[in-house]
């Protein structure tokens, strides 16, 4: 229940929330909302209680969840007259006040809206939902496009579905190469041309189950059909890819902001709502197989065994150790054991490496580290004695290690994080807005996490981040959490982003928005 006495929809992350704000605009805001969170909030999810008691969200990459969530966010843009399209990397894109060119720029926001397994309420969605609100609000105060604005949900950001984090971004931006692109395999087996097609048929599912869900349910069919025509990707063709196209499309995008929830605890220790992103750590994955040879578990004999278990079990305690003392941030948190019986002894793992770090240099590093092991025979699944002592030279190699992405340190543009900082500090830490707030502006702080706007400035565009504060400082977790009055200074900050930046695109700033 609200202030003054009005039922509003919430999701259940906040349904014990006190939503009762000394800022009238805030409660608006934060009811708006959470509606939007509230409609999605049972896809891919069962609601717990309250947020006392998180439950998981899993909304992979191309899974029925997804379209859901894809098919939602085209009726969303559809009813608002924004234009939607799916671009050739699965990317959904929705434009009102025309759609950008060289000649005619835009701005854009936007997140993604898939989930890491058993992931949170927040991680992508907050950016998307807060620039939907974002628009309404101005909307309602009359506010219309100078130039084209765009609000976009990136395809696979979570790397869950082709263990490529940043995927949609990744091969828009042409930093994955199409040939790359559909060459990859999921779990199953599927290449990508595939993925899409099964996942029509999950569209189709959605189309019959539309009127009796929370999403779609105040929909018309006619609605629904055109949202779900706007939710699949075309199939992938060569000719989408040319550098004439990628130019054109990076030289139509004046700027991009992307709204995320902080990963970290950094602003909850400055008591700031509201950070701007001053760059990304550099990241990469790297898939390690470990050979062995299958056979039974009570019939052979402890020396005689091939087991890459026993391997994988030193890479763990290795990779720990270097970790800690090159001082980056490295874990497996994913393997596949084949045939993964009981009573079995595996004849293949395959795991994979997450590292970060504040220098390049570290990361790779330590992956050069365990490249040195592998080749030392540190992983090698052979007994240690089978006849005689054998000596290590002379054993096959047994490890293969494979780097599947790498992202560099980026630095986002010295004049769009500032033209952020500029922004946000008036239109959230302004006068009025500034209870229980330590600044006068809002800090600029550094991410260990990856995201699509480091992407999208790799490969030059003006592409910047602000942070809304997460008070459990956890994420890739249910228990990650935002309030609604710190996500109602992210809507804020979104809307005089907005309204600045058109206007700089409309008087071509060069300060800013010049794609390389």
Request: proline letters at 5%; charged letters at 20%.
């Amino acid at each position: 229940m609200a202030s003054g006495g009005s039922l509003v929809h919430l999701p259940s992350f906040w349904t014990t929330q006190d939503l009762s704000m000394n800022d009238e605009r805030n409660l608006r805001i934060a009811q708006m909302l959470g509606d939007l969170f509230w409609s999605i909030d049972d896809i891919g999810h069962t609601p717990g209680k309250d947020h006392y008691h998180p439950t998981p969200y899993n909304r992979l990459a191309w899974t029925d969840q997804e379209a859901w969530l894809r098919t939602w966010f085209a009726a969303q843009m559809n009813r608002r007259g924004f234009k939607v399209s799916v671009d050739e990397a699965g990317n959904q894109w929705a434009w009102i006040g025309g759609v950008p060119t060289p000649q005619n720029r835009g701005i854009s926001l936007g997140s993604h809206m898939d989930s890491v397994p058993d992931g949170g309420a927040f991680d992508g969605p907050l950016g998307v939902l807060s620039a939907i609100v974002a628009f309404d609000l101005l909307s309602e105060e009359g506010w219309k496009p100078e130039c084209p604005l765009g609000i976009a949900n990136f395809h696979d950001e979570e790397g869950g579905r082709f263990a490529i984090a940043c995927f949609g971004s990744r091969m828009k931006m042409g930093l994955l190469t199409w040939e790359q692109a559909i060459s990859m395999r999921d779990r199953q087996g599927l290449n990508y041309a595939q993925a899409l097609q099964k996942f029509k048929s999950k569209l189709g599912s959605v189309k019959r189950m539309a009127s009796h869900s929370r999403a779609l349910g105040t929909f018309s069919d006619q609605e629904i059909t055109d949202a779900i025509n706007k939710s699949a990707a075309p199939e992938p063709h060569l000719d989408d890819y040319d550098a004439d196209r990628l130019i054109a499309f990076k030289q139509s995008i004046f700027s991009h902001t992307e709204l995320h929830i902080e990963q970290g605890c950094d602003q909850r220790n400055l008591n700031a709502p509201i950070a701007v992103a001053e760059g990304i750590w550099p990241h990469g994955r790297w898939c390690i197989v470990m050979h062995g040879e299958a056979n039974h578990a009570g019939t052979t004999p402890m020396m005689e065994r091939r087991n890459p278990m026993i391997a994988f079990a030193k890479l763990v305690l290795d990779v720990q150790d270097i970790s800690k003392r090159r001082k980056v941030r490295a874990t497996i948190g994913k393997v596949i054991v084949q045939p993964n019986g009981v009573n079995v002894i595996p004849s293949r793992i395959t795991a994979w490496i997450d590292c970060r770090g504040q220098l390049e240099r570290d990361v790779k590093g330590l992956m050069q580290e365990v490249r040195d092991l592998a080749k030392s025979g540190e992983f090698d699944a052979y007994p240690i004695a089978v006849h005689g002592e054998p000596d290590a030279g002379d054993l096959p190699y047994d490890c293969d290690i494979t780097q599947e992405s790498w992202t560099r340190s980026t630095t986002f543009p010295d004049a769009i994080r500032q033209s952020l900082v500029n922004s946000v500090a008036a239109s959230v830490y302004g006068s009025g807005n500034r209870k229980n707030v330590r600044h006068v502006i809002p800090p600029t702080i550094s991410s260990a996490a990856g995201h699509d706007a480091a992407i999208l400035a790799e490969a030059g565009v003006q592409a910047g981040m602000i942070f809304v504060r997460n008070f459990s400082g956890a994420s890739h977790t249910p228990i990650e959490f935002a309030t609604p009055e710190d996500c109602a200074y992210g809507v804020r900050a979104y809307m005089g982003i907005i309204k600045d930046f058109s206007k700089r695109c409309i008087r071509g700033d060069n300060g800013m928005g010049a794609a390389r």
